[in-house]
């Protein structure tokens, strides 16, 4: 998106390995079993569109459309991803938030936006025979009675497309949704990009401090912890606790997270 005027626009489907992506002004931690995820070497990654949370494997096709920003139409390509699916025997539909996709009234597939100088984002993901008791269990919040402006994830009824149609793969999808949104039949491969512009951005995007410090400030009211009743935190970072005990004094300055040995624990910054 960056540099559209001399690589877009462009179409891309990608598959991860499994992990989970919050949205570019969510909380990791309100969204995601945050504990669990990082016991299981699960990554975490923050996207810079909005939207909600999603949990990303083998099974789950990502794709992303960029367009020029003038001539981007939202609806126009709801109806090109409705179509492509459609001409695969799937009876999907637009939900009523406008951004989602249902087949047989459960969410198949989630989408994002995001506007850039002269780029437009439309991406989204479709699950095809995801591991959907493993992303249920991910989508656990870490911690609850939370007060914050971040933005809360529209939590559905998920399904696969593999149950309706068995024989449907995840290239099968990807070919459908290239030929009715780009009109093309046939696609490269693609590998991961090596050079120093790719490298500096996929590190920054790796950072504790876009992942867990773009959070939006928030605070958290415990239910019990010794005397500690409620902490705020900003830029991920603990900045008070109250009451203003002596422990909770140790505390500020330190990065909030939550573990299993207890309700969080603050490893120093």
Request: neutral net charge; contains cysteine.
């Amino acid at each position: 998106m960056d540099h559209f005027a001399e690589r877009g626009p462009a179409l891309l489907f990608y598959v991860n390995t499994p992990s989970l992506v919050v949205g570019k002004n969510q909380n990791p931690w309100r969204e995601a079993a945050t504990d669990w995820l990082r016991e299981r070497g699960v990554p975490i990654g923050r996207r810079i569109s909005g939207g909600g949370t999603v949990y990303h494997d083998e099974g789950n096709l990502n794709f992303t459309l960029i367009v020029p920003r003038t001539s981007y139409r939202k609806l126009e390509i709801f109806e090109k991803t409705l179509a492509a699916l459609r001409a695969l025997g799937l009876p999907v539909a637009l939900m009523a938030d406008n951004n989602s996709i249902a087949l047989s009234g459960k969410k198949i597939s989630g989408t994002a936006f995001c506007f850039r100088g002269q780029a437009a984002m439309h991406h989204g993901t479709i699950l095809v025979h995801s591991q959907l008791e493993l992303l249920r269990r991910a989508l656990v919040p870490a911690i609850s009675d939370v007060e914050t402006r971040a933005i809360a994830s529209n939590r559905t009824s998920v399904a696969n497309v593999y149950e309706s149609a068995p024989h449907l793969t995840v290239e099968a999808v990807a070919g459908s949704l290239a030929q009715h949104l780009a009109g093309a039949r046939a696609w490269e491969v693609a590998v991961e990009p090596d050079d120093d512009l790719f490298r500096t951005l996929a590190a920054r995007h790796r950072e504790w401090d876009w992942v867990f410090g773009h959070t939006p400030v928030f605070t958290w009211r415990l239910d019990a912890h010794g005397d500690i009743q409620r902490i705020t935190v900003e830029r991920g970072v603990i900045v008070r606790a109250e009451p203003e005990t002596a422990q909770a004094r140790r505390w500020i300055g330190s990065r909030f997270d939550v573990a299993s040995g207890g309700p969080f624990f603050c490893p120093g910054v």
